[in-house]
């Protein structure tokens, strides 16, 4: 078992997390908005990029986790690990630029979702594996 990996990756996400909920609070200050968007694109923006993370990271990382759990070769962690690290640092910069780039959002949206299609599509077989033994 490999029980060292999503950890890591746990981790990274973690600081990331961080540096958006810092991002988000000194913007804060700066407009002295306490609460809401205060009808500002740029808050709006900030809040959501942090929202979005926050709504999707935790159900991954479960995923992930117990997809650790169950004894997956390192190599689909990694790529798995990577495809949400990545996705999330490119819907952040997508999101984040007033001119949005959509390709950043889509990309870092389809990499979270393939990070999460492809963990639950793993314990389901690995699960109904099991069952059949």
Known sequence: MNANIVPTYAALLALFFIALSIRTL???RQLRIAI?????PAMLRAMRVHANFAEYVPLALVLLHFVEAQGAQAMLLHGLCLCLLLGRVAHAFGVSRTAENFSFRVTGMALTFTTIFFSS???LLASVRQHLA
């Open 26 to 28: 000194r913007l804060r």
């Open 36 to 40: 809401g968007d205060g009808s500002n």
């Open 121 to 123: 599509a793993w314990l």
